[in-house]
């Protein structure tokens, strides 16, 4: 299991007309549709672990991600051992990803009638082989299996998200740093839309933190040069949908309009 890692530079965009002057700059790219659902256990334990259990379509694509809370920072991070998370005013954030495609089917029956998460995860630990896993790998594995044991997760909520995905070459003082960036458009419960543009990172163990520093002060760069204006670091989306469900006091499984697309 060689990508275990997910590190992500992660900015809000003031408003709409920030997304199209960034969307203007970067090209025609790819566009995608994705339509994400959220799975739980009806107690909401996985929530309360800042787990995240998604099921995406992604225009003919279907995709299952496991996401755990922001990694420690530090030199043992990879361990789990670190100093600290993830902070506040840090657009980069690093945490647990696992992801595999499903049958369309597969995908279907789950949203209809649950999700067993049980032979997903035994999956992701037979593609780590027989070596030790690390620390934090396996202890988010152990926690998902002894919450999931004998359970079928339930869906409890989604958004859409319409994403334009483009190379971009940024440049500072030390040279090119080419990158590829996600500017999304998202649609979450309560008619709220978000505008954000994130760079995937090379997170794996043992890879140095100067090249996302470089990066994030070359993209902060290259928006002001287009004219946005004050751009933030963005919380993950699984925290903004909990905190716009919250925000509606939307119970389990209610629909807002973003939700009912979904539905």
Same mark, same amino acid.
């Given at each position: 299991?060689?990508?275990?890692?997910?590190?992500?530079?992660? #900015?809000?965009?003031?408003?709409?007309?920030?997304?199209?002057? =960034?969307?203007?700059a #970067?090209?025609?790219?790819?566009? +995608? !549709?994705? =339509? &994400?659902?959220?799975?739980?256990?009806?107690?909401?334990?996985?929530?309360?672990?800042?787990?995240?259990?998604?099921?995406?379509?992604?225009?003919?694509?279907?995709?299952l991600?496991?996401?755990?809370?922001?990694?420690?920072?530090?030199p043992?991070?990879?361990?789990g051992?670190? !100093?600290?998370? @993830? $902070?506040?005013? /840090?657009a980069l954030?690093? !945490?647990?990803?696992?992801?595999? *495609?499903?049958?369309?089917?597969?995908?279907?029956?789950?949203?209809?009638? $649950?999700?067993?998460?049980?032979?997903w995860l %035994?999956?992701?630990?037979? /593609?780590?082989?027989a070596?030790?896993?690390?620390?934090?790998?396996? $202890?988010f594995?152990?926690?998902l299996?002894s919450?999931?044991r *004998?359970?079928?997760?339930?869906?409890?909520a989604?958004?859409c &998200?319409l994403?334009?995905?483009?190379g971009?070459?940024?440049?500072?003082e030390?040279?090119?740093?080419?990158? /590829? =960036?996600?500017?999304?458009?998202t649609?979450?419960?309560?008619?709220?839309?978000?505008?954000?543009?994130?760079?995937?990172?090379?997170? &794996?163990?043992?890879?140095p933190?100067?090249?996302?520093? !470089?990066?994030?002060?070359?993209?902060?760069?290259?928006?002001?040069?287009? $004219?946005?204006?004050?751009?933030v670091p963005?919380?993950?989306?699984? %925290?903004?949908?909990? /905190? %716009?469900?919250?925000r @509606?006091?939307?119970p +389990?499984?209610?629909?807002?309009a973003?939700?009912?697309?979904?539905?």
């Amino acid at each position: 299991m060689p990508h275990w890692i997910e590190t992500e530079l992660k #900015l809000l965009l003031p408003d709409e007309a920030a997304w199209e002057r =960034v969307r203007a700059a #970067l090209g025609p790219g790819r566009v +995608v !549709r994705q =339509v &994400n659902h959220f799975f739980d256990r009806a107690d909401g334990a996985l929530r309360a672990a800042r787990i995240g259990v998604r099921l995406r379509a992604e225009d003919e694509d279907r995709f299952l991600t496991l996401k755990g809370d922001a990694l420690p920072s530090g030199p043992d991070r990879a361990s789990g051992d670190g !100093r600290s998370g @993830r $902070g506040p005013d /840090e657009a980069l954030s690093r !945490r647990i990803e696992l992801e595999t *495609g499903l049958p369309e089917e597969t995908f279907d029956a789950a949203i209809r009638d $649950g999700l067993d998460l049980g032979p997903w995860l %035994a999956s992701f630990r037979g /593609e780590a082989g027989a070596e030790p896993l690390p620390p934090a790998l396996a $202890g988010f594995l152990a926690l998902l299996e002894s919450t999931c044991r *004998g359970r079928r997760l339930q869906r409890y909520a989604g958004f859409c &998200n319409l994403r334009l995905i483009e190379g971009l070459a940024l440049h500072d003082e030390q040279g090119l740093i080419p990158v /590829e =960036v996600a500017l999304d458009r998202t649609e979450l419960p309560g008619d709220r839309i978000d505008h954000e543009i994130e760079v995937e990172l090379a997170g &794996n163990p043992g890879d140095p933190d100067e090249l996302a520093a !470089r990066t994030e002060r070359a993209l902060h760069r290259w928006l002001s040069d287009r $004219g946005v204006g004050t751009v933030v670091p963005a919380p993950s989306k699984l %925290a903004r949908l909990h /905190e %716009a469900l919250a925000r @509606r006091s939307l119970p +389990v499984g209610a629909g807002s309009a973003a939700e009912r697309v979904l539905d």
